[in-house]
């Protein structure tokens, strides 16, 4: 299976049932994340996945870089085994942080499917909020957007790369430990 | 005068903090003065700005500062505030420039800080002298091996009296090679509800907390690719983490030093590390031959935690540099930036990148261990009774080793002497009449060998 990161503009519409599986995937993802089921969601990815997410640069308009040792960096550039290890993490049982329990509730929305060069390969834009809850009111909403790619598989569609982006550029929060 | 006894809140013989000190916002009020209006802060690093125009924002405290390389070379720091009104001269991060100019009424400066233009300056002012009311400059700024540095205050230690003999452990990492050390990347930012002293020791210091704050990513770090066993640093599940047989604090006031001396362990996170350590043995006989033994064979490639009072953490092995600004009593910014020597090959730098980011980013699997207890500690004390009570930080006080470098040393990793001495600088630099007293008063005698 090729994977070329070449990621359409906004393109052709994929068909109807295609979205409806796509938006149904969506909603399952999250509802596994959501529920802590790690198993289920690491078995959605497909084992080459790209998961990315870039630090919003807050330079100006014009910004040329010149020869600065300042560049773009990300807070996840994760493959396959390095989501597998931030999941055993969790299932440790030695999280303190989530113990008690902490909440997450995903909603996922604007969710727009297109077709990509390679007929089996979905170019998936989405939004998402990510409610956070635990403690006595240590409640936190992360709002981003999200830019996926989706192979349509024999078993199943499979998320072949994840970009977050989460335009805040200061993190106000104890941890980002969490799968978006 | 202040209203506090900085002599009772601090209990140096006891090991003793009142609680209060993370609390008071008083208290931080004056630590603004006390500390970050004297100390020298870390600013920048020259492989940020390398040429004229090439600036970066950063804090001094809470005093936003432009760190910028004028069109003449010389790397100056200014207070981000319009001499006219006080509106930000600059809301960018970094970048090139020839001009910051206000977005309120377009006054602007030069990157040497002049105030070069006024709009419809001679049809509107007669009483208005440009060469007065250029930027605010930093007091002082000065350059340790690439290193930036600013203070506030006009009087006091200079960069190198200030550092004193950290230089020696500094060198490890500015100094390993002719090219030196560099930043790399965009820092990860992340703001978090506690006092600000209370990242600065557990990262310079807190040995103890690692095997079990940290006990759900230790289990996972490193497994992949080198089926990592389930001790890391010596900590593990069979293992406290005290292990007294080769690691070591060293107080070097007002400066510390954390290291396990075995010159690799600095890697025993990385789930990769092959292609560092090989990197590390390549480079270790000229680093040897510059530096000598003692820091290319034990110092070189060991987890080693350099504390720059007041606020600047510069971690070897991790490979990251972090500032801790403080944000009123009850929160502080973390910026975390990833380092290497400038000759390290691009698959290394690479390598580190990526490990910083994964232990101690914004989504670091360490990194978001440490916010809840920070928090605890910092703001339980809204309770009159809890405010009260004080910290304990006894451990390991009064053992001594012998030690070849600068500075008294305590054996162990596991070991509270590094957030001693971080309290114990905070009380001077809280006493301190001026910034001639910030440091201690005589260069500490190193104890005779057998200590």
């Known amino acids: 299976m090729a994977r070329k990161q070449k990621i359409a503009p906004v393109g052709k519409d994929t068909d109807m049932e295609v979205a409806y599986r796509i938006e149904r995937f969506l909603a399952a993802e999250a509802r596994a994340l959501d529920e802590e089921r790690y198993d289920d969601w690491l078995a959605m990815l497909d084992e080459n996945i790209a998961y990315k ?11 040329r870089p010149g020869k600065s040792s300042i560049c773009e960096t990300m807070i996840y550039d994760e ?11 969790e299932d440790t049982g030695m999280v303190w942080l989530n113990d008690p329990a902490t909440h997450h509730i995903r909603t996922i929305t604007n969710i727009e499917s297109f077709c990509t060069d390679e007929a089996s390969v979905y170019d998936v834009r989405s939004k998402f909020t990510l409610l956070r809850a635990r403690r006595d009111k240590d409640h936190i909403s992360h709002t981003g957007t999200r830019k996926d790619l989706l192979h349509d598989t024999g078993n199943g569609l499979k998320l072949v790369a994840r970009t977050v982006f989460l335009p805040a550029r200061v993190i106000v929060d104890k941890n980002l430990n969490m799968f978006f | 005068m202040s209203k506090f006894d900085y002599n009772k809140l601090i209990d140096n013989e006891a090991a003793l903090q009142s609680r209060s000190i993370f609390w008071e916002p008083e208290i931080y009020q004056e630590e603004l003065k006390q500390i970050f209006n004297r100390c020298w802060l870390f600013l920048g690093h020259d492989s940020q700005i390398p040429e004229a125009g090439d600036f970066l924002r950063t804090y001094m405290g809470e005093d936003d500062v432009i760190v910028v390389r004028g069109e003449d070379g010389e790397v100056r720091a200014f207070l981000n505030a319009c001499s006219h009104r006080g509106n930000k001269v600059c809301q960018a991060e970094w970048g090139k420039t020839k001009a910051f100019t206000c977005s309120y009424h377009g006054w602007a400066y030069d990157n040497m800080g002049e105030l070069a233009a006024v709009p419809l300056e001679e049809s509107i002012y007669d009483n208005l002298d440009r060469s007065k009311l250029g930027l605010v400059p930093v007091a002082r700024v000065q350059n340790y091996k690439g290193m930036i540095f600013g203070t506030f205050a006009e009087e006091g230690p200079d960069l190198v009296e200030y550092l004193g003999d950290m230089a020696y452990y500094l060198d490890v990492v500015l100094d390993a090679s002719p090219e030196g050390m560099e930043l790399i990347g965009t820092p990860f ?27 759900g990513a230790m289990r ?17 599940k069979d293992n406290t983490g005290f292990d ?30 092959g292609p560092c350590i090989e990197y590390l043995e390549q480079v270790r006989p000229s680093v040897v031959e510059r530096l000598g033994e003692v820091r290319g064979k034990q110092l070189l490639g060991s987890e080693t935690h350099m504390g720059v009072f007041p606020n600047l953490q510069i971690i070897q092995g991790l490979n990251l540099l972090r500032v801790i600004h403080p944000k009123g009593p009850g929160a ?18 690479d390598i580190i990148v990526k490990h910083v980011g994964q232990t101690f980013g914004s989504a670091g699997i360490l990194e978001g261990d440490d916010g809840d207890f920070t928090e605890a500690i910092t703001h339980s004390p809204n309770g009159y009774a809890t405010r009260q009570m004080k910290g304990w930080l006894g451990m390991a006080q009064g053992r001594t080793m012998d030690w070849e470098g600068p500075g008294e040393a305590s054996p162990g990793i596991v070991n509270e002497l590094c957030q001693r001495e971080f309290y114990t600088q905070w009380q001077r630099t809280m006493l301190a009449e001026s910034a001639n007293d910030i440091l201690p008063k005589a260069p500490v005698q190193k104890e005779s060998a057998n200590g």
């Not at chain 1, 493959?79 to 993490?89: D, G, I, P, T, V």
């Not at chain 2, 502080?332 to 730098?349: G, I, L, R």
């Open chain 2, 220 to 236: 996972v770090v490193g497994t992949i690719g080198q089926g990592r066993g389930e001790t890391v640093l010596g900590i593990g």
């Open chain 1, 53 to 63: 997410m870039p630090i919003p640069m807050n330079t100006y308009r014009r910004n």
């Open chain 2, 244 to 273: 007294d047989s080769g690691q070591m604090q060293v107080a070097i006031p007002p400066h510390t030093i954390l290291s396990t001396l075995d010159g690799q362990s600095g890697y025993a996170l990385y789930d990769n590390p």
């Open chain 1, 79 to 89: 493959s396959f085994e390095k989501l597998k290890q931030r999941a055993a993490r």
């Open chain 2, 189 to 215: 930012r992340v703001e978090i509800p506690g006092n600000w002293k209370l990242p600065v020791e557990n990262a310079i210091g807190d040995g103890y907390h690692v095997a079990w704050a940290h006990a």
């Open chain 2, 332 to 349: 502080f910014e973390v910026a975390t930036y990833s380092m290497a020597d400038k000759n390290t090959p691009d698959e290394v730098k």
